[in-house]
C-alpha cells in the first residue's frame, strides 16, 4: 500500500462525495464503491496496469491509500483528480438559482481523471438508452470480462478491461449485456486506438474534442460527457441530451420545452464554466413537469 495527502489550496470547504460522484456509473458500478462512513473506492486501469483508491476526507484534507501496479500513477494524479487544477472562483452565477446552489454546494470541485477510455466507454453505454439500461451493461461487461481490484478492496469491485481486452469481447457477450452493435463497434474501435485517444487528456477541448469525435461513433454528447470527466472541463457542456435543455431552459428561463440552441443562449453568460453551470443547475433538482411516460428498459438479450 502507498499513500498520499492532499488539501485544497484554498483552505475552504471541500466536498468530496459531489466532487467524485459525477464518475460513480450508477449505484452497482463495479468500479466505484462509497463506506458507509463516507470513504471513497475507485477502481481504475492507467498505462502501468490496475489500481484501487481508497479516499477519506477529514479535518480539512484527502488521505488516500492506494494498491496494484497503477497506484504510482493513481497518486501522482490525485490532486487533478480531487480538483486541484480546477479554478471554482472563475464560476460567476448570474441567476438567483445559480447563486443558490452555489451558496449550499461550496465544496464542489471539478474531478480531473487524466484516463480518457475509462470516461469514454461507458458514455458510450449511455447513448441512446436510459441509464438503467447503461449502468446495466456496464455492470456486466466490467464483472464478466474486467479484473478484481487490487489491495483490500470491497468485494465484487472490478477494474475495467484492457483496450485489448475490450476488442475481443464477443458478440454474444454485448448481445448479453444488452449492448446493441452499433455501441459494441464503437466501443471496439475506441479500444484500438486508445493509444491516441488517451492523448486527449492533456489537450484544450477543441482539439481533444476533435481527437475523440475522429471516431466513427463517437460525436459531441460522447465527447463532452467524457471530457467533463477525463480533462475537468468546466466548459465542455452536453449538447445532443434528451434531458439537458429541458432542464436548463426550464431553471433559468420557465421554459419547458428548450432546445440545444436555447440552452446554448441561456449558458452564453457562462461561457468558459458553461458546464460547471449545468452541475450547480442539477443539483438544484428543479426539473419540468413530465407529461410523457418514462422510457421503457429494452431487454436486448431476448432480441
Known sequence: MATRTWAPPTGGPYDLGRTLGVLARGPGDPAYRVDA?????????????????????????????????????????????????????????RHRLLHESHRRHPGLRLARTGLVLESLIPSVLEQKVTSDEAYRAWRLLLTRHGEPAPGPAPAGMSVMPSPAAW??????????????AKRSATIVRAARAAARLEEAA??????????????????PWTAAETLQRSNGSPDAVTTGDLHLPRIVGYALAGSRGAD????????????????RACRFILLTGVTPPRRAPRFAVRDFSRM
Open 260 to 275: 440545444d440552441a436555447a440552452m446554448l443562449d441561456l449558458l452564453a453568460p457562462y461561457a468558459g464554466q458553461r458546464h
Open 167 to 180: 476488442a475481443l469481447i464477443p458478440s454474444w457477450e454485448w448481445h448479453r449485456a444488452g449492448v446493441d
Open 37 to 93: 462512513d463516507g470513504a471513497v473506492w475507485r477502481a481504475s486501469r492507467t498505462p502501468e496496469g490496475p489500481g484501487t483508491l481508497r479516499l477519506t476526507a477529514r479535518a480539512g484534507e484527502v488521505r488516500a491509500e492506494a494498491w496494484g501496479p497503477g497506484a504510482g500513477r493513481l497518486l501522482d494524479g490525485l490532486p487533478a483528480l480531487l480538483g486541484a487544477e480546477d479554478d471554482p472562483a472563475a464560476f460567476v452565477p
Open 202 to 219: 492533456a489537450m484544450d477541448d477543441a482539439r481533444a474534442a476533435a481527437r475523440l469525435q475522429a471516431v466513427p461513433g463517437i460525436g
